[in-house]
């Protein structure tokens, strides 16, 4: 199945939902109709071969459009309010759009100081991005392994970034005047000063927005009158982190294909007991007294790399994931940067 059938086949599936599952009752009956698309969204990165690509449906269409999907059927999250009134061709685009990609709507938008991204901070991000991939490419073999981690650290936070930035692009170049904005992926995580700093307000915020409405706010809901307000949210924002969890377990074993050795797992598990210690720690001070920022700042983030350099990253090192994608990622730079300097040479 070559991409371009792929991609037709994700456009009709969120045709079906949007003009065929939206009609039907919220709640079970909806979800009942949605679970062929799932199950589908589910298995799509199985026709990849390219550990890339494999990576970005498994983000994007396998978790988020699922998940946004899942909302969907009790007519909550970002695609219910799109179908309340009547269904019309103009909002199908946005349904689709919504569905496939970390949308939301501007009525739904955090605030304007957090979205707005200075033009140079993305350019940047692209030399960075240019000057990293570089040197993991071609001289990998003379960089010490711990650079070689840090690495990729920092390009995991530029392939994220760049990513919807060009998504943004496009969309608002396609669809000119659509009420329509990109949700910000990151919020500067550098500067995070605790770890639920990092996590809740900072990192990755596509899925923190998401696992809030999925996991978080429901099982708070449904826990609470049964071990208190409290209870509830510490078990709720523990099984956030666990589904984070599993949910980068599959997206590797997609690009593996080998046995998850639940490592990762590991990871977002110690993360989330360490933010509700965080969290019971600060409650018993009474926010009376804090460390300075320039203290809980380098100590946060060295904690995340530190536990991602013994957890998160083995098992994407171990089976060679990361070099299959440095090998696609930069045979398209060289050819991009080869085609750059023709071009230049041609009109120079």
């Known amino acids: 199945m070559s991409s371009i059938h792929i ?3 994700i456009i009709f599936s969120l045709c ?3 003009f065929f599952s939206s009609k039907i009752p919220k709640g079970i009956p909806r979800l009942i109709s949605l679970l062929p698309i799932i199950y589908f969204f589910t298995i799509l990165p199985l026709y990849f071969s390219s550990a890339f690509l494999i990576g970005l449906t498994t983000f994007f269409i396998t978790w988020l459009a699922n998940f946004k999907l899942l909302l969907f059927a009790f007519n909550q999250g970002p695609l219910s309010s799109l179908t309340k009134n009547n269904l019309t061709i103009k909002n199908l ?3 689709i759009f ?9 009525q739904n938008n955090m605030e304007k100081k957090q979205i707005k991204k200075i033009p140079l901070n993305l350019g940047v991000e692209f030399v960075l991005f240019a000057i990293i991939l570089e040197l993991t490419f071609h001289y990998k073999s003379q960089i010490h392994p711990i650079l070689i981690l840090i690495c990729y650290s920092l390009l995991i936070f530029l392939v994220v970034d760049i990513l919807v930035a060009l998504s943004s692009f496009i969309v608002k170049n396609i669809m000119v005047g659509l009420d329509l904005e990109l949700e910000l992926p990151s919020n500067e995580p550098y500067l995070s000063t605790s770890l639920q700093d990092f996590w809740g307000h900072r990192w990755n915020l596509t899925v923190t927005n998401i696992l809030r409405l999925t996991v978080y706010d429901p099982m708070t809901s449904a826990l609470c009158h049964v071990v208190g307000k409290e209870w509830a949210r510490r078990v709720a924002m523990l099984a956030t982190f666990v589904v984070s969890g599993l949910m980068h377990e599959l997206l590797f074993y997609y690009v593996n294909g080998v046995r998850p050795s639940w ?12 933010v509700m210690g965080e969290i019971g720690v600060k409650k018993g001070l009474k926010d009376t007294w804090q460390l300075p920022g320039f203290v809980s700042g380098p100590l946060t983030v060295g904690f995340v790399v530190v536990t991602a350099f013994g957890l998160f990253f083995p098992p994407i090192i171990r089976n060679g994931a990361d070099e299959r994608v440095l090998e696609e990622v930069g045979f398209c730079f060289d050819l991009f940067k080869d085609k750059m300097l023709q ?6």
Do not use: D, N, Q, W
């Open 7 to 9: 991609f037709l086949y």
């Open 16 to 18: 079906y939902c949007y």
């Open 93 to 95: 685009p946005i349904f």
């Open 98 to 106: 919504m569905a496939s990609l970390p949308l939301r709507s501007k």
């Open 263 to 274: 490592e990762m797992t590991g990871f977002f598990v110690l993360h989330g007991l360490c």
């Open 343 to 348: 071009f230049v040479e041609y009109f120079g």
